[in-house]
């Protein structure tokens, strides 16, 4: 037995119909789980050169040792992939909540691959360590909520269900997985999931995983609950109906939102989603109205990703209101945006590539550039390589800046770091009772978490590039175990004299658990590995270092008019002092020079932002350093930095 784990992964041909067992020890040594042991799995398993929907990719559900222990909010999962959002066509991974991942552990499973493509629609159904494909040809062609329902009615309630919906089914690159406790991931692996002909995966188990020591785990969550203690919570644009949705194992603190429409309906409904349509219906409406919910239960039954419509939106009105485009050329109402029909018309088009549906599902760059010309200009808003809207723009928290160039996709985890730190502070600069994150306090937490007090000073560009790296190692460690975003890292103590939360706290829960004694420098050499692990990945499929860690031109031309919560755009600048960033631009030529430093305390190359096979050996990937070096895609040791 290994402690944490259930002990097996299971990797699934839907071509051939064959299952094998592989144990997971030989991953969790050097990757834990989650995010780390999926991209190892992904590198090993998938060739670079294949396009997303290639029956030789690979979908990888995965679950990290904290899965299935109560108090810890352990319950995310992940699936990774090749994702057909990006151009070209790169590893991407989505992050998962509700109790889908925890009751695969259960089922006896830390992970699945998925690879090849059945002849005809097919479900997984796994149940205690026994693993069967069925037919699921009565269920293609429904929406992810329905088929979950139907499936669930089949097998029985404890049942768990991860499915898609037709836009999974028709390979959009919008596509999302539907989940139980109304979960969502994006990154369009959806469609992955569609071009295997696999509508959906049922688990269901009764076996639990024992920690290594009990006893001290016990002691570490009354420890953690302490420092919990009325933790500010910030507004996630949950709806009403007062109650909440939690994931199996929450801390209970959680506002992930269960909202009550007047006609009795109910789901999931709280930040990015909740907001995506709500500006829009309330101008059209007059007043607030449950159509942002309605329109939210739409794209999750069509299984459409809400990040990847709120700025396909955006562009429609504006090529609306400059006369670029009308109703009549697209098929759709755009005179009535903000309208539940609107949404209804663009989800099922979208969904079905139906129409202009067809452009539009392949994402909002795409749809622009099929018709070009002034279209394309008005695509400004800051807006992904993967299609999704930018938030926690680097024009307002300039680490972001990095922590977005440096990923295909809105690297949100990584954003919720320093984002909502900066929510918290908002609250303090405008007086609201209770809030206690001064500037004094955001600096030590900066100390201690962001490597320096200045990190803190959203004056200067001076810190970040520091801070950009710890954040991103500890969030990719974070994910590999895997731990909630709403809670952890525990930045923040509100019942302390400094508020400096304790980041030795993960490793502590990690030892608890699996026995393993892991320090907290330890803990982020396991996140920087898989960071540097990421980064070949891409490389090997296209990524061109320096060329391609940039940002959308928007960030560096069109200033900035509003931020999340923060529509005065105030910000601790030099020595805590209350500055407003509204009207700033994200400087191209501090952001190259935050870049190259940045370069530097990666052990990259500054010149080309390339990695080295010293610095790969050194994170115990001297695999992964010859397959790059073969394939010429390593720094040339001329290039490299000298120490």
Not at 249 to 265: I, K, N, P, Y
Request: hydrophobic share 40%; charged share 20%.
């Amino acid at each position: 037995m290994i402690y944490g784990y259930a002990g097996k992964i299971a990797k699934i041909d839907l071509s051939s119909g064959a299952v094998i067992e592989v144990p997971t020890q030989g991953y969790a040594a050097s990757f834990i789980g989650g995010q780390g042991m999926a991209s190892r799995l992904y590198w090993e398993d998938v060739p670079p050169d294949i396009h997303a929907f290639d029956p030789e990719n690979r979908l990888i559900f995965a679950t990290g040792p904290c899965a299935g222990f109560q108090g810890l909010s352990g319950a995310r999962w992940v699936v990774c992939g090749k994702s057909p959002a990006t151009s070209p066509h790169y590893f991407t991974h989505s992050n998962l909540g509700g109790s889908w991942g925890v009751e695969l552990k259960a089922a006896g499973f830390d992970g699945l691959l998925v690879n090849g493509r059945a002849e005809t629609p097919v479900c997984i159904l796994i149940e205690d360590g026994a693993v069967r494909i069925e037919s699921a040809s009565a269920l293609w062609g429904k929406g992810a909520v329905q088929a979950r329902q139907i499936l669930k009615s089949r097998h029985g309630s404890s049942h768990r269900v991860v499915a898609i919906g037709p836009a999974g089914e028709n390979m959009t690159a919008l596509a999302t997985l539907q989940a139980d406790n109304d979960s969502s991931g994006s990154g369009a692996l959806g469609g992955v999931m569609g071009s295997k002909r696999l509508k959906a995966i049922i688990v269901r188990g009764t076996g639990r995983v024992p920690a290594a020591r009990p006893a001290q785990l016990q002691e570490l969550l009354a420890h953690i609950a302490a420092l919990r203690k009325d933790f500010p919570r910030t507004d996630t644009g949950a709806g009403r109906g007062g109650a909440t949705d939690h994931c199996a194992g929450c801390t209970d603190e959680c506002t992930r939102g269960l909202h009550v429409a007047a006609d009795g309906s109910k789901g999931k409904f709280m930040c990015q989603s909740a907001s995506s349509y709500k500006e829009w219906a309330e101008k059209y409406y007059g007043k607030p109205t449950d159509v942002p919910f309605f329109a939210n239960r739409l794209a999750d039954d069509c299984g459409i990703s809400t990040k990847a419509v709120a700025p396909m939106v955006a562009w429609l009105d504006r090529c609306y209101r400059a006369g670029v485009l009308k109703d009549s050329d697209v098929g759709l109402p755009l005179s009535k945006i903000g309208s539940l029909e609107f949404m209804q018309v663009l989800l099922e088009n979208v969904a079905h590539r139906q129409g202009f549906g067809e452009f539009l599902s392949e994402g909002v760059h795409r749809a622009a550039a099929s018709i070009g010309g002034r279209a394309e200009e008005l695509l400004k808003d800051a807006v992904t390589g993967a299609g999704e809207q930018m938030s926690y723009v680097p024009k307002a928290y300039l680490t972001t800046g990095l922590l977005y160039a440096l990923n295909p996709r809105q690297p949100i985890q990584q954003l919720h770091e320093v984002s909502r730190l900066g929510m918290q502070w908002v609250q303090w600069a405008n007086g609201v009772p209770n809030a206690n994150l001064s500037s004094t306090a955001l600096r030590a937490i900066a100390g201690r978490f962001w490597g320096s007090e200045i990190a803190a000073d959203f004056s200067t560009y001076e810190g970040k590039a520091l801070a950009a790296k710890m954040v991103q190692d500890r969030q990719l460690a974070k994910d590999c175990l895997i731990l909630c975003d709403n809670v952890w890292p525990l930045t923040y103590v509100e019942h302390s004299d400094d508020h400096v939360g304790d980041p030795t706290l993960e490793s502590q829960v990690f030892s608890a658990i699996t026995g393993r004694d892991m320090s907290e420098e330890g803990l982020y050499r396991v996140g920087e590995r898989v960071f540097n692990l990421q980064r070949a990945i891409t490389s090997r499929e296209g990524r061109r270092g320096r060329l391609d860690d940039t940002l959308p031109e928007s960030c560096f031309t069109v200033p900035l008019e509003n931020e999340r919560l923060n529509p005065d755009c105030i910000f601790p600048g030099k020595n805590g002092k209350t500055i407003s960033r509204k009207g700033a631009l994200f400087e191209k030529d501090k952001f190259f020079a935050m870049r190259d430093e940045y370069y530097g305390l990666r052990g990259w190359d500054r010149e080309t932002g390339l990695q080295t096979q010293a610095g790969l050996e050194g994170q115990g990937l001297s695999d992964v350093a010859v397959d790059l070096a073969k394939r010429v895609m390593l720094a040339r040791p001329r290039e490299a930095n000298a120490e």
